[in-house]
T-cell receptor, first 119, second 113 residues
Framework: AQTVTQSQPEMSVQEAETVTLSCTYD???????LFWYKQPPSRQMILVIR??????QNATENRFSVNFQKAAKSFSLKISDSQLGDTAMYFC????????????????FGTGTRLKVLA | DAEITQSPRHKITETGRQVTLACHQT?????MFWYRQDLGHGLRLIHY?????DTNKGEVSDGYSVSRSNTEDLPLTLESAASSQTSVYFC????WGQGYEQYFGPGTRLTVT
């Protein structure tokens, strides 16, 4: 069974600095997706960034980038130039590719990292 | 703008009562999901649906049921509420071929006393 581990329950960073959130996963699948979701204090969760396992290039979305190490099963999120609005709970998630055709849902979340950006 | 809404946002109920949480999406998505969020557990899947009249059990489905009679709605029913079901419940939707992103509702905080 797939598992997702976020070993940092809480982190803090000074405004304008860079922070990296860790995520590791365990799977025997070769084709899958990885995601980082952000849950601000208002609670509505939104997608930050997505990585397809078959792509070698690390995904980037503005100030957010990932370091995807497939062999090590590691998927860390780097936030550059941190802003107060980045304060949130961040969840790493795994999804088996082709899940809808297989009929078995495999969207697994980690336990989250609470990030606080300090002014 | 398309959205996904949940009601009520807060609910207090007593042990043994039946409770239904509503989820309504205007994305016209085929896929809908219910999660519960608990400290130390992240989000865990309760039930999901890939379309009208389709429902499937997730990893923590005991004590919960869903039905899908149209595209827009997936209500979650707690047949006989238990204190262990005190949690925050999130509904989400997604669509095929759109990168598998899930769109989440604002959540319902349920307290069972």
């Amino acid at each position: 069974a797939q598992t997702v581990t976020q070993s940092q329950p809480e982190m803090s960073v000074q405004e304008a600095e860079t922070v990296t959130l860790s995520c590791t996963y365990d799977t025997s699948e070769n084709n899958y997706y990885l995601f980082w979701y952000k849950q601000p204090p208002s609670r509505q969760m939104i997608l930050v960034i997505r990585q397809e396992a078959y792509k070698q290039q690390n995904a980037t979305e503005n100030r957010f980038s990932v370091n995807f190490q497939k062999a090590a099963k590691s998927f860390s999120l780097k936030i550059s130039d941190s802003q107060l609005g980045d304060t949130a709970m961040y969840f790493c998630a795994f999804m088996k590719h082709g899940v809808f055709t297989s009929g078995t849902y495999k969207y697994i979340f980690g336990t989250g990292t609470r990030l606080k950006v300090l002014a | 703008d398309a959205e996904i809404t949940q009601s009520p946002r807060h609910k207090i109920t007593e042990t043994g009562r039946q409770v239904t949480l509503a989820c309504h999406q205007t994305w016209n998505h085929n896929n809908m999901f219910w999660y519960r969020q608990d400290l130390g557990h992240g989000l865990r899947l309760i039930h999901y649906s890939y379309g009208v009249h389709d429902t499937n059990k997730g990893e923590v489905s005991d004590g919960y049921s869903v039905s899908r009679s149209n595209t827009e709605d997936l209500p979650l029913t707690l047949e006989s509420a238990a204190s262990s079901q005190t949690s925050v419940y999130f509904c989400a939707s997604s669509e095929w071929g759109q990168g598998y992103e899930q769109y989440f509702g604002p959540g319902t905080r349920l307290t069972v006393t």
